[in-house]
């Protein structure tokens, strides 16, 4: 193994050891080639576009930022910025790309600049386009790009002629053709515009965010600078106003028609679609979510038909890649029934209710052809690939891992992330048979964690330990590291080596490391996931306290005198809570970008699970943790970001003040420049992770041992809280 040190500064430089594994896949209908992206090696942040040739198996580079702008740095433009921030995205170079139908003409940009590349021909250039591009896509024929610069709309010719706009906006608190922040951030929605089959027509989104409050993040390492200013829609107030057009591309002029679709009851436009199987769809969503009303559009009036209508007495969950038309015109989404979420086609439901779908990832370029998904069977760890048809339900994936693919034609990408490697295996299938295979340039670890996945109490809750490197069982007791995450739509625990690189390290920092998914984590079905409506607070918290207990029956080394719990966004959140309510079970807390307050968090996710803070003050009120700051008895260190724009650094400043009005000691940590990623730079990353474990020894009462890894216990603790800052 790696030592501490190099390991955490290689985690950073790495990005958690995902730089050189390819990704964003795209298959040439007729199976002559895959387009993806990928880093030159496991340590360079620039990612290039790559074509592989599946004729002869070779990998060549066909879009390489370092030829198309030299060694310069990247100069993104602000809402590249903000798009970035929104997926989470911290790669540099080709981080996207669309294509035409053929996925011969592939567009993307590069700090601000518009580049096209021909996949049979080799040939990659620039576009002379309006400044500050953001998010090009070819027409479905190969013969325009349009994009977005400055809130405009605009389209190009393949061969640089004839850049337009084709809409622009009345006011700067206008945009055409973007996702407004709640659309990226909450509802898996990135785009904004979707091209006709044609290639003559565009459905384009209209936003317009005028009625959203501003809120002001300033840098305060940075006084001489303007707070940046950001239109957020916290819970309970005003979202930004969509609207939905079509427009052709006419030489002469532009003709615009406006959708039958005008908000009011049905605010969000969760998806969109348009392919040749019928008119678009667009899948629109009430504010309370519990409808959601698939429509298609007529594009020569606007007239719009209602398909399909989801309800729920709780929410109806969105799942990506629905709704879609098959190419023989048939109506693909995933509905609720029998506890399952289902894949139905046409109304009648092709899965069985134990298969829970989790996203719809092809529906077939040909008539006739299967679906393809993904979808969980018993085990929520595991994520597969599914093909469903007429004949029924069928796996592509065949090992134990988290699978994902995408499919054109014959051709299926598949990748493969499992317990007993790192990084993933990609493997390209012409039919049911392996034809060739991506590498990965990853950088090896260097670790192989000492795990155990766990299945614990009477909720079978999914759990992961993971202890030092060579603990031998009834060798001593550990502390108690608890690293969940906890929430909603994200899971800590899955069969991927890759997942417990990380704990790994933590644990042999001389901690047992316990991560639970709880209830409302994805994978167990719409029930599970409806058992944290209206109490984020009971019911997570509780999982974790339950996780715990029952882990410690398992293993007795784990010291239940000695429990401390760390995480970050949803994790920091449980972490501030679990040491303000249940002080008789945690011992010392890291909150990192805690929500504290649901009322400062955005409209779509706060008010799908705890209603509108209007209607349910007293849900708020339960679930916030500001009221519960005179109860902290134990240590609490705080950490926020003081550039995010996600959760807000308010929410911590807020906790803070609390506890000082109450008169309880914490420490809070302020980031500066950090927003709701952690640190990047490999030296800051490194002393920010050794930091929070000195912390914690600190807390709990434990000095390294000679060795630097192992607790020696110290009868008396020194006064572990600091002081608030």
């Known amino acids: 193994m790696t030592n501490e040190s190099s390991f955490l500064r290689l985690q950073a430089r790495t990005q958690r050891f995902t730089l050189g594994t390819p990704r964003g896949f795209q298959v040439s209908p007729d199976g002559s080639r895959v387009l993806f992206l990928r880093s030159a090696s496991g340590e360079d942040r620039q990612h290039i576009l790559w074509r592989l040739d599946l004729e002869t198996g070779t990998e060549s580079r066909l879009a390489d930022p370092a030829e198309l702008l030299g ?51 080799g040939e990659a250039r620039e576009l002379a386009a309006a400044p500050g591009v953001i998010d090009p896509r070819p027409d479905p024929t190969g013969q325009h790009v349009a994009y977005v610069s400055g809130g405009s709309l605009r389209v190009v010719g393949v061969d640089g002629t004839g850049d337009r706009p084709l809409a622009e906006p009345a006011g700067p608190d206008q945009a055409c053709g973007v996702a407004e922040f709640i659309a990226a951030e909450e509802m898996g929605r990135s785009r904004g515009f979707w091209w006709s089959p044609d290639g003559t027509r565009l459905l384009v989104a209209f936003t317009d965010k005028s009625p959203v409050r501003r809120w002001h993040i300033a840098d ?30 006419d030489r002469e002029r532009i003709s615009r028609v406006d959708v039958d679709w005008h908000g009011g009851e049905l605010p969000y436009l969760v998806a969109a679609h348009w392919s040749k199987g019928g008119p678009p769809l667009v899948a629109l969503q009430t504010r309370d979510q519990k409808r959601v009303e698939i429509r298609s559009v007529d594009p020569d009036t606007g007239s719009t038909d209602v398909l399909a209508v989801e309800t729920d007495d709780i929410w109806v969950e969105i799942v990506p890649g629905v709704p879609a038309w098959t190419p023989d015109g048939r109506l693909v989404r995933i509905a609720v029934s029998q506890g399952g979420y289902r894949l139905v086609v046409d109304d009648k439901e092709v899965t069985p209710p134990s298969l829970q779908v989790r996203a719809v990832l092809d529906v077939g370029s040909q008539v006739g052809t299967d679906i393809l998904v993904t979808a969980t069977e018993s085990d929520p760890t595991q994520v597969h690939v599914y093909r469903v048809d007429d004949a029924g339900v069928s796996r592509v994936s065949t090992s134990d891992g988290v699978h994902g693919a995408t499919r054109a034609g014959d051709v299926t990408v598949l990748a493969s992330w499992s317990p007993e490697r790192s990084g993933p295996a990609v493997t390209v299938l012409r039919g049911e048979q392996p034809a060739g295979a991506i590498a990965s340039h990853a950088v090896d670890p260097g670790v192989e964690p000492n795990v155990r996945r766990l299945t614990l109490g009477e909720r079978e809750l999914r759990a992961a330990l993971v202890l030092p490197t060579g603990h031998e069982p009834g060798s001593g007791k550990l502390p108690v590291l608890l690293d969940p995450y906890g929430g909603p739509h994200a899971q800590r625990v899955l069969a991927s080596r890759n997942a417990f690189l990380g704990p790994q390290w933590l644990a042999d920092q001389g901690f047992a490391v316990l991560i639970a998914d709880g209830r409302g984590t994805p994978g167990r079905g719409p029930d599970w996931d409806r058992q944290v409506a209206f109490d984020f607070a009971g019911v997570t918290l509780e999982d974790q306290v339950d996780a715990l207990h029952a882990a410690a029956e398992e293993f007795p080394d784990l010291d239940l005198s000695t429990v401390a719990i760390r995480g970050w966004s949803y994790g920091g959140y449980l972490a501030a809570l679990a040491v303000l309510r249940r002080p008789d079970v945690f011992h010392a807390a890291i909150a990192g970008a805690p929500v504290t307050d649901w009322r400062l968090y955005d409209t779509h996710y706060t008010e799908r699970y705890l209603g509108h803070p209007d209607e349910k003050p007293e849900v708020y009120d339960a679930n916030s943790l500001i009221d519960e700051a005179p109860k902290l008895e134990r240590p609490l260190l705080i950490i926020h970001g003081l550039a995010d724009d996600n959760v807000v650094v308010a929410h911590s400043v807020r906790l803070s003040a609390a506890l000082v009005a109450a008169g309880r000691p914490h420490s809070l940590l302020p980031l500066p420049g950090v927003t709701h990623m952690t640190p990047q730079d490999d030296e800051v990353a490194e002393n920010f992770m050794r930091m929070q474990v000195s912390w914690l020894r600190d807390a709990l009462g434990v000095v390294s041992g000679s060795d630097g890894a192992f607790p020696v216990w110290t009868e008396e603790r020194s006064e572990p809280w600091g002081t608030a800052k």
């Open 71 to 121: 060694d310069g740095d990247e100069d993104l433009p602000p809402e590249e910025r903000a798009r970035r921030e929104r997926s989470r995205e911290q790669g540099g170079g080709v981080v996207g790309n669309a294509t035409d139908a053929d996925v011969r003409i592939a567009a993307f940009a590069l700090s601000g600049r518009l580049f096209v590349a021909d996949a049979v021909t």
């Open 220 to 249: 305060p390492a940075h006084p001489e600078t303007e707070p940046n200013v950001v239109s957020y829609p916290a819970a309970g107030t005003d979202n930004v106003d969509v609207r939905l057009a079509v427009l052709s591309l």
